[in-house]
């Protein structure tokens, strides 16, 4: 347990001082939310900020759990970092432990602040008790497929990639834009990415009226069960 | 039970043969270094005994164990110093070390530790911000801050200035003080002879010679004599009064072709105190291992490196000892680096 909360303490410390990471998961979300719940441009019947609050809490997950795990723990095997923890007892169950508890603790304080600022701006959400599955599942997948990009890419291909990944998937995933403004093949491929469930469970869960279409959810599952299979597969420790 | 054994290891990438059915032994409490180039196979080597590295043959056993499957127990008992990396630039160093001290049970005081490498000072720096002298003094400490029984420690001091080699040496030597058995690779002849009880020569995948520096420079013995003095002596005057072959290898550097007994020593030195000349400086009989070594490693690659269009890295040695004389004469004194 110690060696874990060790390594858990050393993330977060880290996470902190790297301002590049903060703006990533807490800038751009901030931003997107202010910005498109004062600026009128969204093609959203109704208050966007009802529309905007679960697509950019589910954005905040994707930043943190996807892209800032993979360049993080790229770099790290290129540092020789997971290298050299590979000599100690810390061992992998805790290393990849320390990293989801780091993951989680970030999403929490991303979910406090933007929730928070989605409240100031009206929102009025409806919470139900299946938005922590969607959470967890959609951590799970993410963190899966964030490993997997560490664990083959280089780490200056793991950083286009994963920033490219990000911005391809916070367009056509209804984060910000709906989905029912995409071509018909994009609005379907959309649906069967992780990002595109996601935002659709974290909007069923929180908005009052709606529910979340079953194969959302079967969706976000697969990708949940596949990421870290992937991952343990593809991920190589140096 | 000897702390490392290492029994016809072979290690492959891909066609390329790195390490080529090497064995050899580390005494347990001793300091026992891999001496060789760079592609030597050193790290190759060390790295399979981390277990990091599937062998393609060859059996070897740390402390008794399989370094692969009982790495878990193994982590716990044997310290890495990693050849280089191993820390974030972000990470403080004293954070650094703290971090790795709670992944032990019996840790030692990483302040404590910090003092004795030298870094009492730098606690606040981030690896982005210390220098290399100072990041393989780090790199040192983690490895050693969870008490190990055994510590790998691959190239310890290159990249390091003069005053922290020096200090890394003390660190090192004082480990065998504790009864902590060393297994460290150098391509760095002077620490081998400084610093370990046994050396073992790699070269191009294969154990050239082993033994401790002493029995190495030792039984390398041969019947020359060498010395300096002003270039240009008239050699053919002074074989003729020793009665053997005498060369001017390079220019001040002269090798006398018999054995060095006192009788033929004196009759040097006579001859110069008759023309009134400065010796410079005179070895006979025991080598330093610099001469060992580049007899039997430098001899290849300089052959290599001399004629390009058909040599070959990999070629067959061709270690006949004037080779290794032509080696010197050429003047171009092969830096084993």
New interface residues.
């Given amino acids: 347990m110690r060696p874990l909360l060790a390594h858990l303490r050393l993330e977060l410390a880290l996470l902190a001082r790297n301002g590049e990471s903060l703006l990533l998961t807490l800038g751009v979300p901030l931003l997107l939310l202010l910005f498109f719940a004062n600026v009128d441009v969204l093609p959203i019947d109704g208050e966007p900020i009802a529309f905007l609050a679960p697509g950019v809490l589910a954005l905040a997950m994707l930043s943190t759990a996807l892209v800032n795990l993979a360049i993080s723990t790229a770099f790290e095997r290129e540092y020789g970092v997971l290298k050299r923890l590979g000599t100690t007892p810390l061992g992998r169950p805790r290393l990849l432990g320390a990293k989801t508890l780091a993951v989680l603790v970030v999403e929490v304080v991303q979910l406090m602040v933007l929730w928070s600022l989605a409240l100031a701006l009206g929102w009025e959400p409806s919470p139900e008790p299946a938005f922590l599955a969607a959470f967890v599942l959609g951590t799970v997948a993410f963190a899966g497929l964030g490993l997997c990009l560490a664990g083959s890419l280089k780490a200056l291909t793991t950083l286009a990639a994963a920033n490219g990944l990000y911005l391809v998937l916070l367009l056509l995933s209804g984060m910000v834009i709906p989905l029912d403004e995409l071509p018909a093949p994009v609005r379907t491929l959309a649906r069967l990415l992780p990002s595109g469930a996601l935002t659709e469970a974290v909007r069923g869960t929180l908005t009052a009226g709606t529910s979340v279409p079953g194969r959302a959810w079967a969706v976000l599952t697969a990708w949940a069960v596949a990421g870290p299979v992937l991952a343990t597969r593809l991920f190589r420790w140096e | 039970m000897a702390a490392v054994e290492v029994d016809g290891l072979t290690v492959r990438y891909g066609g390329v043969t790195a390490v080529d059915a090497v064995s050899f032994e580390a005494e347990a409490g001793q300091i026992t270094a891999l001496l060789g180039p760079n592609g030597a196979g050193k790290t190759s080597t060390v790295e399979v005994l981390?277990g990091?590295r599937r062998p393609a043959g060859g059996r070897t056993a740390v402390l008794g164990l399989e370094p692969r499957a009982d790495h878990?127990a193994l982590?716990?008992r044997?310290?890495?110093m990693?050849q280089?990396?191993?820390?974030?630039?972000?990470?403080r160093v004293l954070?650094a070390l703290?971090?790795?001290a709670?992944?032990?049970d019996d840790p030692f005081d990483p302040a404590a530790l910090l003092e004795r490498v030298g870094l009492t000072g730098t606690e606040r720096r981030t690896w982005r911000q210390i220098s290399g002298g100072e990041r393989r003094r780090l790199a040192l400490a983690?490895a050693l801050v969870?008490r190990p029984q055994l510590a790998f420690l691959d190239e310890p001091s290159s990249g390091v200035d003069p005053q922290g080699r020096l200090a890394i040496r003390e660190v090192v030597s004082g480990l065998r003080d504790d009864g902590v058995t060393v297994l460290l690779t150098t391509h760095d002849l002077d620490e081998a002879e400084k610093l370990a009880d046994h050396v073992v020569i790699l070269d191009h995948g294969t154990v050239v010679a082993a033994g401790s520096p002493v029995a190495l420079m030792t039984g390398a013995a041969v019947d020359e004599v060498r010395f300096a003095a002003p270039a240009g002596l008239d050699t053919a005057a002074l074989a003729a009064r020793l009665g053997v072959p005498v060369r001017e290898v390079s220019a001040g550097e002269y090798l006398v072709a018999g054995a060095g007994t006192p009788t033929l020593v004196a009759a040097l030195t006579a001859w110069l105190a008759e023309h009134d000349l400065p010796l410079g400086d005179l070895r006979a009989g025991r080598q330093r291992l610099e001469d060992v070594f580049l007899r039997l490693v430098a001899d290849r690659t300089t052959t290599a490196e001399a004629t390009p269009p058909t040599g070959r890295p990999g070629a067959p040695a061709t270690t006949e000892p004037p080779a290794g004389r032509r080696t010197r004469a050429s003047g171009r004194r092969r830096d084993p680096s």
């Fill in positions: 981390e990091f878990a982590t716990r044997v310290g890495v990693l280089s990396g191993g820390v974030g630039p972000g990470v954070e703290r971090h790795a709670e992944l032990y983690l969870g």
